[in-house]
């Protein structure tokens, strides 16, 4: 791989591994139910809420690294809210943290952004790949 060669930058991959940790990391056994660290946190009353919120907002922070415009981070913190919010009902919070995963959410519209952002540069990339593929299969040349 090149220099020139375009990736995630380490502030998007940094903010990936953490909405994974907060809501994917644990699987239930012979489901496919996923929670992680925010649904765990969830469970003390309050505090925990307020700790999920906080990590939400790195997660946002992350976003304003890489240069997420204003508008896309505002949905992202419609959602970090909204998941703190419903964490504070009692019970439903807690099973809310299993199915409504606001960070992953967040992380897909980011990632979204970022490729739609890239995509010419992306398209290159692939391309160049491509043809070098190509050329080191051409007919003949392993025979």
Excluded: C
Excluded at 3 to 31: C, N, V, W, Y
Excluded at 42 to 65: E, M, N
Aim: aromatic share 8%; net charge positive.
């Amino acid at each position: 791989m090149s220099s020139s060669e375009l990736k995630a930058p380490d502030a998007l991959r940094k903010a990936q591994k953490m909405a994974h940790l907060l809501d994917s990391a644990i699987g239930i056994p012979f489901t496919k139910i996923r929670f992680g660290l925010d649904g765990i946190l969830g469970l003390v009353p309050g505090l925990g809420d307020l700790v999920g919120v906080a990590l939400s907002a790195h997660i946002i922070r992350l976003a304003a690294q890489v240069g997420a415009p204003l508008s896309l981070r505002i949905t992202m913190i419609r959602n970090a809210i909204f998941d703190f919010l419903i964490g504070l009902i009692p019970f439903i919070g807690d099973i809310s943290d299993i199915f409504y995963k606001a960070n992953r959410k967040n992380i897909r519209l980011l990632e979204s952004w970022w490729v739609n952002t890239h995509h010419e540069q992306i398209s290159k990339q692939a391309a160049g790949h491509l043809a070098e593929w190509q050329k080191s299969t051409e007919p003949g040349k392993y025979d």
